[in-house]
C-alpha cells in the first residue's frame, strides 16, 4: 500500500525548507481504481467516500480515466465543522450531524472542482512561480464536468543558491475574483489503475474558503430529520446578512 511520502506542514510558498519529512521509497501503483483506492484508506479518506457515494463521482472515479486532487477527512471536518459554527451562531439553525443532510447537489459541486479528466502526473504540470507568474504560470483546465476552470502547477524550489534545483511540490488553485486560492499537495503521483491521486494538505478546506460549504448548503437547504424543525430555513435573524459577509472578510484576513 502506498504511504504518504510528504507531509508538508507549513504554511508557507515555494521558499520553505521545511515541507518534507521523509518515509523512505514506495510503490507509487495501486492495483486497483480510484474509488478503490481511497476505500483502501478509511484513515485518509473514510468520510470522503461518504460524501463521492451521494454523488456522480463514485461512477467516474471509478471507471473514467481522471486525475483527482484529494481532500482528506481533515478537509470534510473542518469545512463542517465551520459550517456548524456559522449554522448555530449566525442563522439560528441546528448543527447537522450527518454528511447526508447536506444535499448531494451541494457535495457534487464541490468534489467536482477536484476532478480533471485525464492522468497528470507531478512531470506533465507546468511550473509555477507564485512570485513570477508572467513567467511560469502553470496550466490553467476546466475540471471533468467543466464547471470550474482551475489551475495546476508545480513549484520549484531552490537548493545551493541554485533557482529552482531544488524540491518540487504540485499545487492546485482555484482563481475567485482574480485571487487565486492555493491547495497545497503534500502526496501526489499516487497511480491507480485509471488515473492519478494528488493528496491535498490537512489545512486545506473543501471549496478553497471557509465558508463555501455552508453559503452553498445554507442555499440549498439542509436536511434535518425532524422536517418540522429547522428544515433548511432561518430560527431567527441573529445578524444581518452584511455582517456575515464582514466576517468571512475577517476570518480570511485571519488565515
Known amino acids: 500500500m502506498f504511504t504518504l511520502l510528504l507531509i508538508v506542514l507549513s504554511l508557507g510558498g515555494c521558499n520553505s525548507t521545511d515541507y518534507l519529512v521523509d518515509g523512505g521509497k514506495s510503490n507509487p501503483y495501486f492495483e486497483g481504481n480510484v474509488m478503490q483506492y481511497l476505500e483502501s484508506r478509511p484513515d485518509l479518506f473514510e468520510d470522503l467516500v461518504k460524501v463521492i457515494k451521494l454523488t456522480k463521482w463514485e461512477d467516474i472515479l471509478t471507471n473514467e480515466d481522471v486525475t483527482f486532487f484529494a481532500p482528506t477527512d481533515f478537509t470534510i471536518t473542518k469545512s463542517v465543522d465551520r459550517m456548524n459554527k456559522y449554522l448555530y451562531n449566525y442563522e439560528g439553525m441546528d448543527k447537522i450531524t450527518d454528511l447526508s443532510q447536506v444535499k448531494p447537489a451541494v457535495w457534487e459541486d464541490l468534489i467536482g472542482m477536484y476532478v480533471m479528466e485525464g492522468k497528470y502526473r507531478l512531470n506533465d504540470i507546468a511550473q509555477l512561480d507564485t512570485a513570477a507568474v508572467s513567467a511560469f504560470p502553470g496550466q490553467t483546465n476546466f475540471t471533468y464536468d467543466r464547471s470550474y476552470k482551475m489551475t495546476m502547477g508545480v513549484c520549484y524550489g531552490d537548493a545551493n543558491g541554485i533557482k529552482y534545483a531544488g524540491y518540487r511540490q504540485v499545487m492546485y488553485a482555484y482563481q475567485d475574483f482574480g485571487y487565486p486560492e492555493y491547495a497545497y499537495v503534500s502526496s501526489c503521483n499516487i497511480e491507480p489503475t ?54 468571512f472578510v475577517k476570518e480570511k484576513n485571519d488565515e
Open 194 to 247: 485509471n488515473g492519478i491521486v494528488h493528496v491535498l494538505r490537512l489545512d486545506h478546506y473543501l471549496g478553497f474558503s471557509t465558508s463555501a460549504l455552508y453559503q452553498r448548503a445554507l442555499e440549498a437547504g439542509i436536511d434535518y430529520p425532524d422536517k418540522g424543525k429547522n428544515s433548511g430555513t432561518r430560527l431567527m435573524p441573529i445578524i444581518r446578512e452584511e455582517e456575515t459577509d464582514n466576517l
